[in-house]
């Protein structure tokens, strides 16, 4: 199908607001809580509360990259992170205005810094791996789609989460954590966190594949990245 860029669509905008909203909720509600299991064989298992939410953001990115291309997808990544950004310096902004004197306030300040009040480590990590993961993923997936020539669908899904989960992962934990936590525990917690989004994203394939497969129909585009321009600080489709 067509590669020309001069065209609107039809449901870009509203995943695009999607992911958005995926992102933002995924950092600001469950990344900071720990959470814990205990399973078969494995007995307790450790990871973050946004497990099954903030891998969603990858899907998008596939969907994203696998239907309007790598440009489109460098769109919405860029606002993912001034999304991020905006929210980093408002909760920032909001926690460190002086509290009024109030019964309430002498509860809920606390409450405030405890839930928003991020180290700088902690939002660093989160914006910068999140920019690393999802260009790895798109990157991986869109010169996939060229080699394979539009075939192998779960292969290029599954092959640039595998790619954009490590990188994401990897990273964040590196800058939020290294040097805090023992180098045993911050591994162990990478692998686990690695592993499980990895595998919830192989879950949802089959919803993926056919989203993938709807957008295509309804928007008239399959995009091939041929002679794309993969520099990821291009803000141009």
Same mark, same amino acid.
């Given at each position: 199908?067509?590669? !020309?860029?001069?065209? !609107? ?47 969603? !953001? ?19 990544? #860029? ?40 180290? #700088?480590?902690?939002?660093?990590? !989160? ?53 805090? #936590? ?17 595998? #919830? ?37």
């Amino acid at each position: 199908m067509s590669n !020309s860029h001069a065209r !609107s669509f039809k449901y870009y905008d509203l995943i695009m607001a999607a992911f958005v909203c995926v992102l933002l909720c995924s950092n600001l509600i469950g990344a900071a809580k720990q959470a814990q299991l205990v399973l078969p064989f494995f007995g307790p298992v450790t990871y973050g509360a946004d497990l099954f939410f903030f891998p969603i !953001s990858y899907i998008f990115g596939d969907i994203l990259t696998e239907v309007y291309g790598y440009g489109r997808d460098r769109r919405v990544v #860029w606002a993912g992170f001034g999304a991020l950004l905006f929210s980093a310096f408002m909760a920032y902004v909001v926690v460190h205005q002086p509290p009024a004197p109030t019964d309430f306030m002498a509860v809920y300040q606390p409450q405030l810094e405890a839930v928003f009040g991020n180290t #700088w480590r902690i939002a660093a990590g !989160s914006m910068i791996a999140f920019a690393c993961g999802s260009f790895a993923n798109s990157f991986v997936l869109a010169k996939m789609k060229v080699a394979t020539r539009g075939r192998f669908l779960a292969a290029r899904i599954i092959g640039s989460t595998v790619v954009g989960q490590l990188v994401d992962t990897g990273v964040f934990f590196l800058i939020a954590f290294y040097g805090i #936590w023992a180098n045993e525990q911050l591994f162990a917690v990478i692998l686990t966190q690695y592993l499980c989004k990895t595998a #919830w994203e192989v879950v949802m394939y089959p919803v993926t594949a056919r989203v993938v497969g709807f957008l295509k129909r309804v928007e008239g585009v399959d995009y091939y990245d041929r002679g794309t321009d993969f520099n990821p600080f291009r803000l141009k489709v």
